[in-house]
């Protein structure tokens, strides 16, 4: 089992940057596949990016390709999602998540272990 607490929301202005962390516990993240999403008011939880287990292959939704990067630090059992050029449209909760297939998978369906989540809020 993996406990994971996600952190580092906020309030920005369109344009800036965060980073989201999501920290570990019970057992390593490079033993899972790692996810991050998000959901806005009304709307389902979507996909933004992913992580492979072992090889730390990625892979992004469209809407952040290019602007959002997702990245593991295995000697703090962390995973990031760093967040550039951030739009209004980025504006939910996210949250990270873990499952013990091999690869990523964009339903939120397929994660056994989720984080409480953390709000970002981006003004125009």
């Known amino acids: 089992q993996v406990h994971l607490v996600d952190s580092g929301g906020g309030l920005v202005q369109a344009g800036g940057s965060l980073r989201l962390s999501c920290a570990a516990s019970?057992?390593?993240?490079?033993?899972?596949?790692m996810g991050w999403f998000r959901q806005a008011p009304g709307k389902e939880r979507e996909f933004v990016a992913g992580?492979?287990?072992?090889?730390?292959?990625?892979t992004y939704a469209d809407t952040v390709k290019g602007r959002f990067t997702i990245s593991r630090d295995n000697a703090k059992n962390t995973v990031y999602l760093q967040m550039n050029s951030l739009k209004p449209q980025d504006t939910a909760v996210y949250y990270c998540?873990?499952?013990?297939?091999?690869?990523?998978?964009?339903?939120?369906?397929?994660?056994?272990?989720w984080g409480q989540g953390t709000q970002v809020t981006v003004s125009s």
């Open positions: 992580i492979n287990r072992w090889s730390g292959g990625t």
């Open positions: 019970g057992r390593t993240v490079s033993t899972y596949a």
């Open positions: 998540a873990a499952t013990t297939k091999m690869t990523i998978h964009p339903s939120p369906g397929n994660y056994d272990y």
